[in-house]
């Protein structure tokens, strides 16, 4: 896949106009954004960091660097979790075209080669675009570092539950509905009995024994509409003084948030003691010189092991504990 400037997409004027072609006010936040890395020359870091990817006579077009990384914004500024959700935005958002530089008689990314274009920039490119951002967030003052807040989201994986297998033999869920029923003298003619007899079992499917064959880091996980998918838990390490996020961490869907938290906030206190030596525009240092101390979090991530455990690490923790009744 070959991969763009965005200096290429600047276009001229067109010589002929048939009308006056129909334009958007644009959003004063999409706007002010775009102003504010033009001026740190976003575009021009994005794409000297990703030049390893680029390839001129091989793929098809993908999208500029730059153009790629304001989309991934615009998911997570619109709250949209898969990348067929951000192409429909896009689509059917004139703001958003201007933000991201597509004229009218363009069309806008669509999800493959979003997703295409994410496979292609390996993590550590992304990660390094990240700390960018938090450095640009430093100079504006915005990242102090000291008390850090925790929470995690799930987030359904591109895996069906349909196409998990046996972790021992490999065999599809129904292949061993159907071994289960013969093993039982159970009559099942079709899929509609086998999903009958299933239905009336007690304990079903567990990540100790299944697993999906196209996405094996997924995890069979109950979401909160009450649907059981493969899934991934997405935990975000929040700076509670500005709301920027400092952190991201990724773990499989099922996995407790007792588990992931430590994890989560050394990789927080890595990224803010990198930016300690970082100064505003006006010479000052707006990052804890000690940098994490505190930790915020729900009842969800209350125990005994995570308190001691970030006890260990000399740091304090404000987590709310869920009431259990009286304890021995």
């Known amino acids: 896949m070959a991969m763009g400037t965005r200096k290429k997409r600047q276009r001229q004027e067109e010589l002929w ?64 979790d898969s ?8 689509a059917d958002s004139l703001t958003l075209r201007q933000f991201l530089s597509i004229g009218l008689d363009e069309n806008t990314p669509d999800h493959v080669t979003i997703s295409r274009t994410r496979r292609l920039i390996d993590g550590e490119t992304h990660q390094r675009i990240f700390t960018w951002v938090l450095e640009r967030l430093v100079q504006a003052g915005l990242i102090k570092g000291k008390t850090i807040g925790v929470d995690s989201t799930t987030l359904e994986a591109n ?70 998918a493969m899934a991934y838990k997405a935990e975000n390490a929040v700076d509670m003084e500005t709301g920027a996020i400092v952190a991201v961490t990724t773990h499989g869907g099922a996995a407790a948030d007792t588990a992931t938290v430590q994890e989560t906030v050394v990789e927080a206190a890595i990224a803010v003691a990198g930016l300690i030596a970082e100064k505003t525009s006006e010479g000052e240092y707006p990052v804890h010189p000690d940098g994490v101390e505190e930790v915020v979090a729900d009842k969800g991530y209350h125990s005994n092991d995570v308190a001691l455990g970030f006890a260990e690490l000399e740091v304090r923790t404000y987590i709310a504990e869920p009431d259990r009744g009286q304890r021995n």
């Open 83 to 90: 990348e067929r959700g951000i192409a429909w935005r896009l």
């Open 159 to 228: 895996a069906a539950m349909k196409s998990i297998v046996r972790r021992d033999t490999g065999e599809s869920y129904m292949a061993y509905l159907q071994r289960l029923a013969e093993a039982e003298g159970i009559e099942a003619p079709d899929a509609a009995a086998l999903l009958r007899m299933d239905r009336k079992r007690k304990k079903k499917t567990s990540n100790e024994d299944w697993k999906s064959p196209i996405d094996q880091e997924a995890e069979i996980t109950k979401l909160k509409d009450g649907r059981t």
């Open 17 to 80: 106009y048939g009308g006056e072609l129909p334009t958007a006010p644009g959003h004063p936040f999409y706007k002010r954004l775009n102003e504010v890395l033009d001026n740190a020359g976003f575009d021009a870091f994005c794409e000297t960091n990703c030049a390893g990817f680029n390839h001129k006579n091989l793929g098809r077009p993908s999208l500029p660097p730059g153009q790629y990384f304001r989309v991934m914004m615009i998911g997570f500024f619109e709250g949209l």
